[in-house]
């Protein structure tokens, strides 16, 4: 799980990569072959439009999980908007689960959000803004999955890192992402020496109309 103001963490060391490269090459796929079946129940494919609905849904219950659910003002048209427009400023998988094979009902169960950026230290990265699958789904490799999407995402795009935060007193999931391979930026003491600032709407707004 990720939210805003927590901690920070590094990339994949180097070795990961070399492993998720030769894993990527052995899973290397279509779109098609990509949206087959995980395990017997669930699909992991790229979000469609359509799935804006229950994807902020998920935003709200994961903020909400972390106290941060009176800061989530994202709205289902927002997020179409956002990342299915012409310009796209989010990417998405979501876990799409089918009751049963000989129905046509499906369920949103758990999405990984993300988005690219560049560092003037390394390169390109990925940022994965929000990872979640609905407690009832947990403990059966969805979430192993869908990390492991998000790493031929990043080595098919050459990036140098995935960065993500998670709240502090969350030891469970920062224990799943460090079994992983991720490591805590914020014990090394890289992150110590700096402040993160932000500018909200009417701070831009102000900024942008002084005259120079």
Same mark, same amino acid.
């Given at each position: $799980?990720? @939210?805003?103001?927590?901690?920070?963490?590094?990339?994949?060391?180097?070795?990961?990569?070399?492993?998720?490269?030769?894993?990527?090459?052995?899973?290397?796929?279509?779109?098609?072959?990509?949206?087959?079946? /995980?395990?017997?129940?669930?699909? &992991?494919?790229?979000?469609?439009?359509?799935?804006?609905?229950?994807?902020?849904?998920?935003?709200?219950?994961?903020?909400?999980?972390?106290?941060?659910?009176?800061?989530?003002?994202?709205?289902?048209?927002?997020?179409?908007?956002? @990342? !299915?427009?012409?310009?796209?400023?989010?990417?998405?998988?979501?876990?799409?689960?089918? /009751?049963? /094979?000989?129905?046509?009902?499906?369920? &949103? &169960?758990?999405?990984?959000?993300?988005? !690219?950026?560049?560092?003037? !230290?390394?390169?390109? #990265?990925?940022?994965?803004?929000?990872?979640?699958?609905?407690? $009832?789904?947990?403990?059966? @490799? &969805?979430?192993?999955?869908?990390?492991?999407? #998000?790493?031929?995402?990043?080595?098919?795009?050459?990036?140098?890192?995935?960065?993500?935060?998670?709240?502090?007193?969350? /030891?469970?999931?920062?224990?799943?992402?460090?079994?992983?391979?991720?490591?805590?930026?914020?014990?090394?003491?890289?992150?110590?020496?700096?402040?993160?600032?932000?500018?909200?709407?009417?701070?831009?707004?102000?900024?942008?109309?002084? $005259?120079?």
């Amino acid at each position: $799980q990720t @939210g805003c103001d927590h901690w920070l963490f590094r990339p994949f060391p180097q070795r990961l990569w070399k492993i998720l490269s030769r894993l990527y090459a052995f899973l290397e796929m279509s779109d098609k072959e990509l949206n087959s079946p /995980s395990s017997p129940g669930y699909v &992991i494919r790229k979000a469609r439009a359509e799935d804006c609905g229950e994807i902020a849904k998920m935003i709200k219950e994961l903020a909400e999980h972390d106290g941060l659910g009176h800061k989530v003002f994202i709205t289902e048209n927002k997020l179409r908007e956002d @990342g !299915f427009g012409e310009t796209p400023y989010f990417h998405c998988f979501v876990v799409e689960r089918t /009751s049963d /094979s000989s129905l046509e009902s499906t369920q &949103i &169960i758990g999405y990984a959000m993300y988005f !690219f950026m560049y560092c003037t !230290f390394v390169g390109r #990265l990925l940022f994965l803004e929000d990872f979640y699958v609905y407690p $009832q789904f947990r403990g059966s @490799g &969805i979430g192993t999955e869908l990390m492991v999407k #998000l790493a031929q995402v990043g080595v098919d795009r050459k990036c140098t890192k995935i960065e993500f935060i998670v709240h502090e007193g969350n /030891s469970r999931v920062r224990g799943f992402y460090e079994k992983l391979g991720a490591v805590n930026s914020t014990v090394e003491g890289d992150w110590r020496r700096f402040y993160w600032y932000k500018f909200d709407v009417p701070a831009m707004e102000k900024l942008a109309s002084r $005259q120079s």
